[in-house]
């Protein structure tokens, strides 16, 4: 039991990755798409199907083999998706400079794909005709349509590339929104952590002032104790949690620090048991609520501050103290306990708790459970 009557205790640089409104077309392209010769020849194959369901190859006007459609159809697929993923090759590396300023991508690359779809749908037409030694006469109706095919695959295939590239886009948005809330979420972390800067420092100051003179090894000890109370505090600054005996530690330098200050008129009892010493707590977390304890109560003679700790179980850690406000406070900001509460926000589901009686005063901070192999 800790007893003060008879002791001899910015920010953080985080910086957010700028989202492009508008990336380039590789990556989120179904263009690169693995085994993508296997996806040419099923979509030839429904083309193909389709035209043959509707009657389609009727229209040519003279019978067609259904091997040289089907050819047809695979060399306008082929064309199609070779030229598309070369357009989007093209913007992905000087589209960024000559287009995605004014322009967006899948605009400039549907409109692009038009020079594509008309080389795809001539090339097998014109091969077609040498092949099968046809005459020119009716080029014109082949040509529309082979470009009607054409422009039907290229819809297709820019309709889901637009779909593909919008789930991409915000796939990454998320990534990159979820990045910035816990760089944010971190940022406030650090703010309240380096609030931890006790005023009790002054005060300190002051006593060690007046027992260098009166009392040289009281002085030298008082020293040592201050020291290692910031050097807990400076090693710890980083964490997020400590373990329970480790803050117990410190805070034995803490009470001492406040036992030559206040001497016999403040107790502080620790009623903790053993079991919970290897659960965790925010740092510095004990020496708040005593300190705020002290700031916000009558510490003298005649009215002793009695301050207990103790546990309920390994769910809760309670620093209690006998309820006696000072008459002259002031306006009180609460920054002790605000600063506690807004740690545990990121570090357990749990909240700090405060209960106010007409006699006591007490907080109930989580203890934190943390798996160790």
Do not use: C
């Not at 798409?33 to 006007?61: C, H, K, M, P, Q």
């Not at 410190?250 to 010493?277: G, V, W």
């Not at 809760?316 to 600063?339: F, H, R």
């Amino acid at each position: 039991m800790f007893k003060l009557g008879t002791v001899p205790g910015s920010q953080m640089p985080g910086t957010l990755v700028q989202i492009e409104k508008i990336k380039p077309l590789k990556k989120n392209s179904i263009f690169w798409v693995g085994y993508r010769y296997i996806y040419i020849l099923l979509l030839a194959l429904y083309s193909y199907l389709n035209i043959l369901f509707t009657e389609g190859d009727r229209i040519f006007g003279f019978d067609l083999n259904g091997l040289y459609l089907f050819s047809i159809l695979l060399v306008i697929v082929i064309l199609v998706w070779e030229g598309n993923r070369r357009i989007a090759q093209s913007i992905f590396r000087h589209g960024k400079r000559y287009f995605l300023e004014k322009f967006h991508p899948l605009v400039v690359h549907f409109f692009l794909s038009l020079v594509v779809v008309g080389l795809a749908a001539i090339i097998p037409v014109v091969a077609v005709i040498f092949i099968l030694s046809l005459d020119f006469d009716n080029i014109n109706l082949h040509t529309k349509l082979s470009l009607g095919f054409a422009f039907r695959i290229n819809l297709f295939l820019n309709s889901i590339n637009a779909i593909v590239f919008f789930m991409s886009q915000l796939k990454e948005t998320q990534v990159e929104a979820e990045k910035f809330k816990k760089q944010s979420v971190e940022a406030q972390f650090e703010a309240l952590r380096n609030q931890i800067n006790p005023h009790f420092l002054f005060n300190s100051f002051n006593v060690l002032s007046n027992l260098v003179y009166k009392d040289p090894d009281t002085s030298s000890e008082f020293i040592q104790q201050l020291s290692k109370v910031y050097r807990y505090l400076l090693k710890y600054q980083e964490q997020k949690v400590v373990s329970v005996k480790e803050e117990l530690e410190f805070l034995k330098s803490y009470i001492y620090l406040l036992s030559i200050r206040f001497e016999e008129n403040l107790f502080i009892k620790n009623n903790l048991q053993p079991h919970i010493y290897e659960l965790y707590i925010a740092p510095a977390s004990l020496q708040l609520l005593i300190e705020n304890a002290i700031k916000h109560n009558v510490v003298s003679i005649k009215k002793p501050l009695i301050i207990e700790l103790f546990n309920e179980d390994k769910n809760y850690l309670v620093v209690k103290n006998n309820l006696q406000p000072k008459t002259i406070e002031g306006s009180s900001t609460s920054v002790g306990l605000k600063n506690i509460s807004g740690r545990y926000r990121f570090i357990s589901e749990k909240q700090v708790t405060v209960h106010k009686t007409e006699d006591t005063f007490f907080v109930k901070v989580p203890l934190i459970h943390i798996e160790t192999k």
